[in-house]
C-alpha cells in the first residue's frame, strides 16, 4: 500500500499516521464540532482512534492519508487525505483539530498535497472534494 511521502510546508509536516498517534487522533476526533464535518462517526473512545489509525496505516491502492503536524512542535493538528478515484480524477478530504481552526492550516496542508498530486499523477484532470451535507 502506498505511504504518504513526507511533505513540508512553513509551518507543517505532513507524513504518515503512527499507532503512537491515537491519544491526538481521539483529542480532536471526540469533538462533536470537528466530527460534524467528517465522513466519520465522533471518536467516542480510544479504541476508536486506534482503530481509525489502523485504517489510516493500512492505506489501500491509490489512497494516501497523511497526518498533518505542526513544525514547531510535532504536534498531531490533523489529517489530510487523497483518493485516486481514476487514472483523471481524484478526491481530498481534511481534518483540522478544532483549536486550529481559522488558521489557514488545511489551506496550506492542501497547497502541499495538490502540488504533490499534480506533479506525480500527469493524467489528473480533477481533483475535488466530497460535499457534506449540514
Not at 498531531?76 to 478526491?91: D, R
Not at 489557514?104 to 460535499?131: C, K, R
Amino acid at each position: 500500500m502506498p505511504q504518504p511521502p513526507q511533505l513540508a510546508t512553513t509551518r507543517l509536516v505532513l507524513d504518515a499516521f503512527q499507532a503512537t498517534d491515537a491519544q491526538s487522533l481521539f483529542n480532536y476526533a471526540s469533538r462533536p464540532a470537528v466530527a460534524k464535518w467528517m465522513a466519520w462517526e465522533q471518536h467516542r473512545i480510544l479504541k476508536d482512534s486506534r482503530d481509525a489509525l489502523n485504517f489510516l496505516m493500512r492505506g489501500a491502492p491509490g489512497q494516501y492519508d497523511w497526518a498533518i503536524r505542526l513544525r514547531a512542535s510535532d504536534e498531531l493538528v490533523g489529517g489530510f487525505s487523497f483518493f485516486l478515484n481514476s487514472a483523471t480524477t481524484a478526491e481530498i478530504h481534511f481534518t483540522v483539530a478544532e483549536p486550529h481552526w481559522g488558521r489557514g492550516l488545511a489551506t496550506e496542508a492542501g497547497h502541499a498535497v495538490l502540488a504533490w498530486a499534480w506533479s506525480h499523477h500527469a493524467d489528473l484532470g480533477s481533483i475535488s472534494t466530497a460535499p457534506v451535507a449540514e
